[in-house]
């Protein structure tokens, strides 16, 4: 599955529609997060009740969400269509804080509305600010590197819109982790979930230090517990008796080839007798 990346699209006047032949970016990378934020416009009325506390005071306005997120560019990881100074691809967000004329009243500027998107995320407003900061300079003195914080606000509170129940299908081979917790050793982890062989469990998560688990850690203790033992073992016993047998009735017991038992549980054995 290709990595979805966040969008930034100019909207028409009524901030509803990307506005056709509007601009249209596509970030370098994706941010690291978005931080929104709601409020209310809640004032308290002049010469009331100032007991009242809570009650006296009055919603007068919609409410508005705010977005704030940081973009990054760097034109040395550019693997289409590099340029030389990193501002020729932050100037395509600069817009988006540009007044532009607004196309019913030619005399009145604002900045034009803007679409942020990334995967089911979206959101529609202006931009409120923008702060861009430049690094990495050439020998030549242009930059190369940039880092952009945006605050988009809409007068609103953002809805979420969801489609069906939320739930993840089951898949097959997939099992639940456990994070372990601040103390935790792996022997605890496994006994609190019923389970005894926590060596295998160990070698299974690749874990080193089974005594020491690091907080939040994620754990499969769904091992099964098994010895891993393979070969077989194989004893074999020749008797031989020769034509010119002794009238002697002793009978003697000689090593003939080998008699090794390996010290792993896979090795083999062999031995013969002989009467003589």
């Given amino acids: 599955m290709a990595l979805a990346k966040a969008k930034l699209t100019e909207l028409d006047e009524k901030f ?13 990378f994706n941010p690291e997060l978005l931080k929104v934020t709601f409020a209310n416009q809640i004032v308290q ?4 009740d100032q007991s009242a506390g809570n009650s006296g005071r009055q919603f007068v306005g919609a409410g508005t969400t705010k977005l704030a997120l940081q973009l990054w560019f760097d034109v040395t990881a550019m693997e289409k269509d590099p340029v030389d100074d990193v501002r020729r691809l932050t100037q395509k967000v600069v817009f988006f804080m540009t007044p532009q004329k ?8 604002s900045p034009p509305g803007v679409q942020f998107q990334w995967g089911s995320f979206l959101f529609k407003g202006i931009v409120d600010g923008l702060e861009e900061s430049l690094e990495y300079f050439s020998p030549e003195g242009k930059p190369l590197r940039a880092s952009i914080s945006l605050t988009l606000s809409q007068q609103k509170i953002l809805e979420t ?8 299908p089951a898949r097959p081979g997939q ?17 609190k979930n ?3 062989d926590w060596q295998s469990i160990a070698a299974a998560n690749g874990i080193e230090d089974p005594m020491r688990m690091s907080p939040g850690a994620l754990v499969d203790l ?10 077989a073992f194989d004893t074999s ?3 031989s008796a020769g034509a010119a047998a002794a009238p002697s009735l002793g009978v003697g017991v000689s090593q003939s080839g080998s008699a090794r038992l390996n010290a792993s549980l896979g090795g083999s054995a062999s031995a013969s007798l002989s009467l003589g």
């Fill in 16 to 28: 509803e529609d990307p506005k056709p032949g509007g601009q249209s970016v596509e970030v370098q």
């Fill in 175 to 191: 099992a639940p982790l456990n994070a372990a917790k601040q103390g935790d050793s792996l022997q605890n982890m496994a006994a």
């Fill in 222 to 231: 769904n091992i099964e517990a098994g010895v891993g033992v393979g070969g």
């Fill in 45 to 48: 009325p002049q010469g009331g």
């Fill in 102 to 109: 607004v196309k019913s009243d030619p005399k009145k500027l």
């Fill in 194 to 196: 019923g389970k005894t």
């Fill in 161 to 168: 819109n969801f489609e069906g129940e939320g739930k993840v």
């Fill in 237 to 239: 016993v020749g008797l």
